[in-house]
């Protein structure tokens, strides 16, 4: 059988199989990026599909729009001021998932060769999607402020084969990293100069435990070079499969011709559905409830790899959002760390997979979302107990 | 702003405009392929997801595996014996509607100037996934028996770029023809000797009225070459985006590839509540009734058609699906007759959009699932006015 060249591009994801190694009963799992089971508002989603489904039923399990239904994306709108944008609901595309957001953003502006800029690690999900357009990547170094203004110039200087540059500023996956406004604005001024467009990436923008939310990249673009990616996952829930992309009329027009024949739409009844919670709820005092809970458990694990991890480690110390990104002395393997963490029963992502072009194979990512503080010490205890034998061999 | 070369060959859909028109209250619309939505089973909903959130709230809402929720995977397999196929649930792969799966078809297998063989006419949403990869269409004429196999050979000899072959073969959208299983044989056969894979789109099987229920492709593949696409769409409801690919671990294992960085997975609670509806009510019940009101109203449109429209015109007997086809004599334009029938209030969608080649005007397709009996008669005796003043021209 002939398959597309595409798929030389595309292999199964390495993290995936690891998901499935977590999956056992008793892992202490820091390996995926899933919001707390628990705090799903499960009594008020019972009480919201009855609502939808009496009130408009055969609306709701019939086809609908591409673009999605426009009291949601009216709510979704008004919901982006709190990044300081000024949107209305007609600029906004329901995907399914953001994840769908970032496939659409290959779809729409990759060509086979063409290079995207990304922060150095970045986005496992968007590094396999825009792999499979058969791009290129070039990363960018980072550091607490985000991606290093001096190093995106001289590549973009040296590449006119960029064509998109994607970043995650908020709380960045896996790193946990969250730019300045500073970098922002010279972000912005960068992409106007090179006349590219920005994937701005937010699915933890407002899971913020410390400080003030800054101005996204899309409040901040002049000359509406920015695509927002937004998400229900992390401040709702991620079964239902929602999220969001907010352009200008002239690229959004581009990401609903890339939907059209991916999936016609999405889901009428998830749609309708958070659209009724966010009528009938306040999703942000639920929100509210969340960052209580998340900033607890960031807390409690960086005073416990603080007080079990060797002093040669170096961590993020992330404001918000649900990731550490651990640096280990060069010469350790993270995937090696894995087998000997995985016999303790405590699991995580070695980082190798972040960085589109490899190696850097001392990092690895925790995850503090999923696991109730009693995991969360008992795990982290056990691997610095891994840790502490293997910086001393 | 630069976008990526696929752009040039998507557009957005002639008919997507045209339903946007006939979403005006007062049109009787044979325009979409929409089921009826007052027979959702939207009590059955209530209280399906109630249960699917109380036992199992946590999982609904969470993200969950690419391939899909098991347990409705392995209904899905039992319930294709229908179609003589024999499956397994891990042979499956659930997709965000069928939709989808066309997309996935394009992405596994199409490079660009690769070509598709389809029947002429053909379905508009694979017509436009499949341009997605920049394509190609060669279309192979059809009889009542399905599409012409002395026409296909002669194709599939000249062509040695066709890559794959594209078809409905029960109560095909748009025409509503069914092919006979010796053209069914022939096609396997042919796909043989030329290597070739097959993409069978299944929405309507379930929905024959008369007649038995043939083997489809799949159950008649000999080299596991046919991947087979499913949908709950019109057995069940739309809204919800379900569908599924049936095929060869090997292809199955690529489209699995192709799903992970589209949309990660398809709404886990989604499938719960199908799952759920499966194993709580009887989903064949559910199908004989919906099978009972369309074989009513596709009879009540075949006599109010042959009670109306000009001798000269001539239009397909569906055995099943939703659709029946018209051909006007040469000349006359459907899209300006759609104008004329739009000021009488009456609306369908003109043929040309479903050649990808072009041509053919002088048809359009007639949908009777969606409208009441009431008004498939006012609509039709209409259209049928319009059409002896157009013809007596």
Chains 1, 2 share one sequence.
């Not at 086979?112 to 990304?118: A, E």
């Not at 695509?227 to 401040?235: C, P, T």
Request: net charge negative; hydrophobic share 40%; with cysteine.
């Amino acid at each position: 059988m002939k398959y597309a060249n595409r798929l030389e591009n595309m292999k199964a994801s390495e993290i995936r199989e690891i998901l499935k190694l977590t999956q056992l009963p008793d892992i202490i799992s820091f390996a995926g990026g899933m919001p707390a089971p628990e705090l799903f508002p499960i009594e008020e989603m019972k009480k919201i599909t009855v609502k939808v489904l009496e009130e408009s039923g055969q609306k709701a399990l019939q086809y609908s729009t591409t673009e999605g239904f426009l009291p949601l994306r009216e709510k979704i709108a008004d919901r982006m001021k709190k990044f300081g944008i000024n949107a209305k609901g007609e600029d906004i595309l329901i995907t399914s998932g953001s994840q769908q957001g970032l496939d659409f953003a290959g779809k729409v502006f990759l060509n086979p060769k063409n290079i995207v800029i990304c922060e150095s690690p970045s986005y496992l999900g968007a590094i396999s999607a825009f792999k499979s357009y058969e791009c290129e990547f070039l990363e960018v170094a980072t550091d607490d402020d985000g991606m290093i203004m001096e190093d995106l110039e001289k590549k973009l200087e040296a590449h006119p084969e960029v064509r998109l540059i994607y970043v995650i500023p908020d709380f960045q996956n896996p790193t946990g990293k969250t730019w300045s406004l500073k970098r922002r604005k010279k972000l912005i001024e960068l992409a106007n100069k090179y006349d590219l467009p920005i994937i701005e990436d937010n699915p933890y923008g407002e899971l913020r435990y410390d400080g003030e939310i800054l101005p996204s990249l899309k409040a901040l673009d002049t000359e509406e070079r920015v695509v927002f990616l937004g998400s229900f996952s992390k401040i709702f829930c991620p079964g239902l499969r929602l999220g969001w992309v907010y352009a200008s009329k002239e690229i959004l027009e581009k990401f609903v011709l890339a939907k059209q024949p991916a999936d016609a739409h999405t889901s009428t009844m998830a749609q309708m559905e958070v659209n009724a919670f966010m009528e009938n709820y306040d999703l942000d005092h639920h929100v509210e409830k969340l960052k209580e809970v998340y900033k607890n458990r960031r807390d409690l694990m960086l005073n416990t790899i603080k007080e079990t991890f060797p002093k040669e480690i170096n961590y993020t110390h992330p404001e918000g959002g649900l990731f550490i990104w651990v640096e280990l002395p060069k010469g350790i393997d993270a995937k090696e760390l894995m087998k000997k963490s995985l016999e303790k029963k405590v699991a995580f992502v070695p980082g190798g997979s972040f960085f589109p072009n490899g190696g850097n194979e001392n990092t690895f990512r925790l995850n503090y979302s999923n696991m109730t503080d009693e995991k969360i010490v008992e795990g982290i205890r056990r691997l610095g107990e891994v840790l502490n034998i293997e910086i001393s061999k």
